[in-house]
């Protein structure tokens, strides 16, 4: 037994020990076949998307399961739609991205050729979270294999039935030294991140991935970090506050407002603060007029993170904030928007990741009072501005940091695969989605193939001679006498 395996839980064991064996047979079944051509992997591709296809009543059911009542179309509309959507957008162009691409020499080289060739770097590592359990596995998933790679994915501790679930659609489509999935709690997950991938894809929180990194820095394991942050929503004076309103609780809710793109707050101009709050709350109670037991909105995924919220909620209270229920919280998890005025900076929701529908609105009497709040902050996942004209956007677009940006609405940016998807700063590193994500699976291999005429004879030793000396000249400039 490996050590990992001897100190974890005994539900975790069997895992850790099927991880090292899987590990071993994708790594053997890729020096086999390192260069997948195209026609295998659109094969690939277009197996996941039928078998998605076919489960996805299996998929929402699942995922409902875990979360004891998940919205089916919200369910159908992230977790299935999502990867089908990136694995029709790498379809159609995964031709173009294998090609190799020509690069210039030095005028030195004239005459000889320069390209890079994208080759895939082996076995790549997921970790997905519980939020969206199924997109965030497949999503890499699908980018892995447009590369060319074998994948192994660790899936949450907090989704065991959407796992078994996913288990069964892959099986379907992928022999295990292909693709394999595996469960676990903690135990599993730190031995998972251990394990020496050729890149690890890691989706979960800030505080996590430090943990990730390092585990992936003893094997020298590139990561990519897809985390979350406090996401503002920006309403500019001009702006439809009911319009902007809306948008932001459709992000705020969806869901549960568990996702990591997901709006955390708002910044409103201090005069229509009341006024935001009122369209805020209103809209919330048009989209959901009764929370409990309505099977179109999601519960908080478990009792733990329905406590962490309710926590939130009775800090800020304590310290003085003012909070509106826009309905009442059910027995069932089911928590309503609740909005939050009166926001100090030593309040737990000014300071961590809400992650569900909790928005505080924070007012600002000038646009570089709201710009200097964002700057003072670690840089967000993503960005939602509303009613900026295109001067004040480019603006705002220069002047902050952010992984994404959807203007007048929220999140679309990520669903739209031509885009790429991550993060900046404490958000994040790295990226996938579309092109970007097959280029971040791939290793960019330079490649220097010489003429076979081309005299570079007159480049080795004894050095001195005329053409040597001539070269230094051109690029270096007299020497000092």
Known sequence: MSAAAAGAAPDDAPEI???????????????????????????????????????????????????????????????????????????????????SRGRRT???????????????????????????????????????????????????????????????????CFAEDEVAVFGGAVAAGQAFAALPFDHLVFTGSPAVAPHVMRAAAANLTPVTLELGGKSPALVAPQADIAA??????????????????????????????????????????????????????????????HARLLDLLADARGRGATVTAAGAIGPDRRLPLHLVTGLRDDMRLAREEIFGPILPVVGYT??????????????????????????????????????????????WHVFNHDLPFGGTGTSGMGGYHGEE???????????????RLFPVGLFYPPYGNLVQRLALRLYLGRPRS
């Open 244 to 305: 902007a309103a809306r948008a932001i609780v459709h992000g705020k809710t969806f869901n549960c407002g568990q996702i990591c793109v997901s709006p955390d707050y708002a910044l409103v101009p201090a005069a229509a603060r009341d006024a935001f709050v009122a369209a805020a709350e209103a809209a919330f109670r048009e989209f959901v007029p009764e929370v409990r037991g309505n099977a179109d909105y999601t519960s908080v995924v478990n009792d733990r993170q």
């Open 17 to 99: 020990e099927r991880m090292s064996a899987v590990l071993a047979r994708q790594r053997a079944a890729f020096a086999a076949a390192p260069y997948p051509p195209a026609t295998q992997r659109r094969a690939r591709l277009k197996a996941l998307r039928a078998a998605l296809r076919r489960h996805q009543d299996d998929l929402a059911d699942a995922i409902s399961d875990d979360f004891g009542g998940r919205s089916h179309f919200e369910s159908k509309m992230a977790d299935v739609l999502g990867p089908v959507l990136e694995i029709n957008h790498a379809l159609g162009h995964l031709g173009r991205w294998m090609r």
């Open 106 to 172: 030095e005028l030195l080289f004239a005459t000889n050729r320069a390209y890079v060739m994208y080759q895939p770097k082996g076995v790549v590592g997921v970790i997905a979270p519980w939020n969206f359990p199924v997109y965030l596995a497949l999503g890499p998933l699908v980018a892995a294999l447009a590369a060319g790679n074998r994948v192994m994915i660790k899936m949450s501790e907090y989704t065991p039935r959407t796992t078994a679930a996913v288990q069964a659609l892959l099986r379907e």
């Open 437 to 451: 994500g097959f280029r971040e699976l791939s290793h960019a291999k330079a490649v220097f193939r010489r003429h």
């Open 366 to 411: 000038s646009l570089e009072d709201a710009l200097r709040y964002i700057a003072a902050r670690p840089r967000p996942l993503a960005l939602y501005p509303f009613g900026f004209d295109g001067a004040g956007l480019a603006r705002l677009l220069a002047a902050t940091h952010s992984g994404g940006v959807t203007v007048n609405d929220w999140g």
